[in-house]
């Protein structure tokens, strides 16, 4: 053999060599290399259908949007400066001398604000620049700010003040490309994807110049994947780290951008990238990341906050503003660098832009509801016209009634008042509960719901759940179906003496009175004013216990309750949703209004979907009403509630009923003034008693609630049906005028006493020293009430 042959192969490429020249003909490899070709065509046809059935139509399940009511901004609305500032403090905007959307400056009780656009159900309120004038709890002025021509209504943006989440608990708010800052995209492309509109999916370029960045950084600073492989992987893959997952997202990024456009890709990742975490809820897409860092809308934010959110892309945790701010300010000004290496900012943009602060709130805007307890009550109203699914996956906007104002005042009240009588009252910490609801009289709109003495948390909704014995708050049932019958009168005397009523087959009920004693014949308005037991059982039982029932059923009360003479006393269970429901039905004159949390609904993109209208019916007799609501204001000036007018204005006129159950175990006040209704409970879940009647309980709380919120007195307008009448207050027969001790009452027509009293008149040359003594009596009544 010549010394210059060749030298000898290794075995395995010899048998390589035989096989590659001989074994591709034989038809098992043919058949298995045509099997596997398929297959990969098949798999490669799979992702393809996963990419468009995914990617088409409804990409997110997302939360449905629930907001306040808008505040309507007309000269005399009846808003305070304080209250106005802690409107826009809770819709986030900005105290700024920059004159832009959701800014406002603020000298006293002067505001210059401009507004933010907003799509309500009637149309599109375009930003507007106002000033705006209180004086008390009033507005003065309303005026264009560059023009000062006077202005007739401005609404501003709702409160949002919650979601309806869908199962998977991802939080997003979602924007149109269009609706994104340049600045943010630049910034975007600049470090996640130079190359975004020249690659297809997949840049290798973009790999080998990230590795090469990163080696020599030390660090990663640059990723390798484009906008598309990273969408690929958030929207249809898992994070596994292999390389069946990695052929995948090349794959399937690819097909993507096969079929859908670059900005079409673009949109869907400012939507879908995470970036942070609220509690439970992941928070993803640009849009729903403006409010929870900065509490402002994505068209407010300017290039530093624009390029901290950049930022977060690459590492949310790592990245978190709040948990570490030198890290995050790095990384922002590390955006800003890169941003102007590409050209998209100046040096003196990326200078002034590096000196700012991260700006982010102090805490998180929280993804919680504002009343998780009113959100429930959206939610079951809601239930009668939506399923489930659409609520939490269509993006529903759903306008509701709820005043934040009163709201957050009802909340502060209701806990600070249940925290000090359950010190005062010595009992385990944590044990006093608390509900309480506001509802205007006119509509029936719900403005505020506290579900318990923690409002915020979303726990057991005792306003819609707890069923509790009212005591005396039924009375004025009772009351009231009395006085719809010309037989009875305010005047009409009542014996409020000892009782023994049978009780079939068991022992004879001998109810007494809160006091435990006895007052005789009393006038009917007073015994409803003092909450005689007595006195009440026997007009129920005169009028007809069915008949009671029969009357709570007309103002409201759907609860089927047995016609036993105890009910007459409150021995019925009742939420305090359902309390408010019949005294809604007295607060408004006899009209019943079904209690209403919603207003509207508008779909994702603004289109009205639906408008909940009042609907209205007559309840009672407006005039039997009218009778019964000016014996509720002698409750407050003579009766049970008294104690109230040390508190809040003589002004408010307020008519109410307290309610005390046996042994002290529940507290209820229900009341309304001229255009608010609050009822309020005070008790322990495990029932045993507090201490508190109605009076020492409820009462305070909804004092508390009340003056936070404002009120308009109560002024009745005489119905038809009522005529005035002078009476003798001595006896109760008429009186005339002129006469001693005569005093103007109302009765329904024809119901009037006819005999006379003797009159004794007031001399002439005397009726101004009468009327002064009139006046020291009255003034020292009140002082005595005061102290």
């Not at 939610?379 to 306008?399: C, T």
């Not at 609801?437 to 923690?454: C, K, Q």
């Not at 639906?610 to 009403?625: C, G, H, I, K, L």
Request: hydrophobic share 40%; charged share 20%.
């Amino acid at each position: 053999m010549s010394s210059e042959s060749s030298p000898k192969r290794p075995p395995f490429f010899s048998n390589f060599r035989r096989w590659f020249d001989h074994g591709w003909r034989s038809p098992v490899v043919v058949y298995v290399l045509l099997m596997g070709l398929l297959a990969g065509i098949g798999y490669v046809a799979w992702l393809d259908h996963i990419v468009r059935s995914q990617f088409e139509g409804n990409r997110w399940a997302l939360p449905a949007q629930v907001y306040a009511r808008p505040l309507e901004l007309f000269p005399g609305a009846p808003v305070s400066g304080s209250q106005f500032a802690e409107e826009l403090q809770m819709l986030g905007y900005r105290r700024s001398g920059e004159r832009r959307s959701g800014s406002y400056v603020r000298h006293g009780d002067e505001f210059q604000v401009v507004t933010r656009p907003f799509t309500f159900g009637d149309g599109r309120e375009d930003p507007i620049a106002v000033r705006a004038v209180f004086s008390g709890d009033r507005l003065a002025v309303l005026q264009h700010l560059e023009t000062g021509k006077p202005i007739d209504l401005v609404r501003l943006d709702p409160v949002l003040i919650g979601k309806i989440y869908p199962a998977h608990n991802e939080d997003r708010v979602f924007v149109r490309l269009k609706e994104v800052p340049p600045l943010l995209i630049k910034g975007l492309l600049a470090v996640e994807d130079r190359n975004f509109y020249q690659h297809h999916g997949v840049d290798p370029i973009a790999v080998a110049r990230a590795l090469w960045v990163d080696v020599r950084a030390r660090e990663m600073v640059q990723g390798g994947s484009t906008l598309t492989q990273q969408l690929v992987k958030n929207f249809f893959l898992s994070n596994e780290r292999t390389m069946t997952r990695k052929f995948k997202e090349a794959v399937m990024s690819w097909q993507l951008e096969w079929h859908y456009e670059k900005d079409e890709i673009l949109e869907a990742y400012c939507n879908e990238i995470y970036l942070g975490q609220s509690g439970k809820h992941a928070i993803h897409g640009f849009g729903r990341a403006s409010w929870f860092y900065f509490r402002r809308p994505l068209s407010e934010l300017q290039l530093p906050e624009l390029a901290l959110l950049v930022g977060l892309v690459r590492g949310p945790s790592y990245y978190d503003p709040r948990r570490h701010p030198k890290r995050a300010l790095a990384r922002r000004n590390q955006v800003l660098a890169m941003l102007a290496e590409q050209g998209g900012i100046t040096l003196a943009q990326v200078r002034a832009a590096q000196e700012a602060p991260l700006g982010v709130t102090a805490k998180a805007a929280s993804s919680a509801a504002l009343s998780p307890a009113f959100i429930d009550l959206v939610r079951r109203q809601l239930r009668r016209d939506y399923r489930e699914e659409d609520l939490n996956s269509a993006g529903l906007q759903i306008f509701t009634t709820l005043d934040p104002l009163v709201q957050t005042g009802t909340m502060r009240a209701l806990q600070t008042r249940v925290e000090q009588l359950e010190k005062q009252q010595r009992l385990p910490q944590g044990s006093l509960e608390g509900a309480a609801i506001v509802t205007s009289n006119e509509g029936g709109e719900v403005l505020a719901l506290a579900g318990g003495r923690d409002a915020d948390f979303a726990g057991f909704n005792r306003v819609l759940d707890a069923r509790r014995p009212i005591g005396s708050l039924i009375k004025p049932a009772v009351y009231l179906t009395a006085l719809s019958n010309p037989k009875y009168t305010l005047l009409t005397p009542l014996n409020d003496g000892p009782l023994t009523l049978k009780n079939p087959g068991g022992k004879p009920w001998q109810p007494l009175n809160y006091d435990k004693q006895f007052h005789g014949w009393v006038p009917l308005k007073s015994a409803l004013a003092h909450s005689y037991n007595l006195a009440t059982v026997r007009l129920g039982m005169d009028v007809g216990v069915s008949n009671v029932l029969q009357t709570m059923e007309r103002l409201g009360v759907e609860e089927k309750l047995k016609p036993y003479p105890s009910v007459l006393l409150g021995a019925a269970e009742l939420t305090p949703f359902d309390v408010t429901q019949m005294y809604q039905s007295v607060a408004s004159g006899g009209f019943h209004t079904p209690l209403r949390a919603i207003r509207e609904i508008l779909s994702r993109d603004g289109r009205p979907l639906r408008r909940y209208e009042v609907t209205v019916r007559q309840a009672a007799d407006p005039a039997a009403v009218f009778l019964l609501t000016r014996a509720m204001q002698d409750v407050m000036r003579n009766g049970t509630g008294v104690s109230l007018y040390s508190r809040v204005p003589w002004s408010w006129a307020v008519a109410g009923k307290t309610g005390t159950t046996d042994g002290l175990r529940d507290s209820w006040f229900a009341g309304f003034t001229g255009d608010r209704l609050a009822v309020v409970w005070l008790g322990r879940d495990d029932n045993r008693p507090t201490g508190l009647s109605g009076s020492t309980g409820a009462l305070q709380a909804w004092g508390d609630i009340m003056l936070r919120a404002g009120a308009q007195p109560l002024k009745l307008e005489t119905p038809k049906g009522i005529e005035w009448v002078w009476i003798d207050a001595n006896s109760g027969m008429r009186s005339a005028e002129g006469c001693m001790d005569a005093v103007q009452m109302p009765f329904l027509r024809g119901s009037a006493p006819l005999q006379m009293a003797p009159c004794s008149e007031i001399p002439g040359d005397s009726v101004g020293e009468t009327i002064d003594n009139a006046v020291d009596k009255a003034v020292d009544w009140l002082n005595e009430v005061f102290q």
